[in-house]
């Protein structure tokens, strides 16, 4: 079955860095677009990034380009999102969920999430 | 960026009853619609695609309408389960957007 799974979330100080990774198996990992999406805690879903099943097509959120880098490792099945200059307003749990489309460049809605991990930027 | 609003805010019903939620885009997004329910402390399930398809799993008692830029999602009849908060997301058009949820809550 297909399964996400999120690691690295954790405290950090504004200004500094984090790196966020999700393991994923039960399915094609380079078949597939992968997205990062957040929550911040008691509000609603924010689209944060998106890279496509080979790596070449990759968009950001306006409120995390420039700071954010998504990427991922075919090798070992693995996306990951660091998280440069961070900032108090990018408290969230983070979600990487897969793209319904396969080898597309088009992306779509989200079929499959992981269960998040917490970031927390406080001094 | 297309802005999804969705209403109401919170719905309250009793287990049995119907509910009926809405989502506007601020412009035509087609049927690039879908729904997701999300329960206290889990990730978003995926509930509705392309505006009224049902995700593999989801029950029949969920359906999905419309197209353009209104849209409702309607839970026949409520099951203990179903009390979540539900949010819309399109994908019609670069970036990705949501809505910012309809709470569906115990009356």
């Known amino acids: 079955q297909v399964q996400l799974v999120e690691s690295g979330g954790g405290v950090v100080q504004p200004g500094r860095s984090l790196r966020l990774s999700c393991a994923a198996s039960?399915?094609?990992?380079?078949?597939?677009?992968l997205h990062w999406v957040r929550q911040a805690p008691g509000k609603g879903l924010e689209w944060v990034a998106v890279?496509?099943?080979?790596?070449?097509?990759?968009n950001y959120a306006d409120s995390v380009k420039g700071r954010f880098t998504i990427s991922r490792d075919k090798s070992k099945n693995t996306l990951y999102l660091q998280m440069d200059s961070l900032r108090t307003e990018d408290t969230a749990v983070y979600y990487c969920?897969?793209?319904?489309?396969?080898?597309?460049?088009?992306?779509?809605?989200?079929?499959?999430w992981g269960q998040g991990t917490l970031v927390t930027v406080s001094s | 960026d297309i802005v999804l609003t969705q209403s109401p805010g919170t719905l309250s019903l009793s287990p049995g009853e119907r509910a009926t939620l809405s989502c506007r885009a601020s412009?035509?997004?087609?049927?690039?619609l879908a729904w997701y329910q999300q329960k206290p402390g889990q990730a978003p399930r995926l509930l509705i695609y392309?505006?009224?398809s049902r995700a593999t799993g989801i029950p029949d008692r969920f359906s999905g309408g419309g197209s353009g830029s209104d849209f409702t999602l309607t839970i026949s009849s409520l099951e203990p389960e179903d009390f979540a908060v539900f949010y819309c997301?399109?994908?019609?058009?670069?970036?990705?957007?949501f809505g910012p949820g309809t709470k569906v809550d115990l009356k």
């Open positions: 039960g399915f094609s990992f380079r078949s597939y677009a």
């Open positions: 412009q035509s997004v087609s049927s690039s």
């Open positions: 392309d505006a009224s």
């Open positions: 997301q399109q994908y019609g058009r670069s970036p990705l957007t």
């Open positions: 969920a897969r793209d319904s489309r396969t080898d597309a460049y088009n992306f779509d809605y989200f079929d499959f």
């Open positions: 890279i496509s099943y080979d790596g070449s097509r990759i």
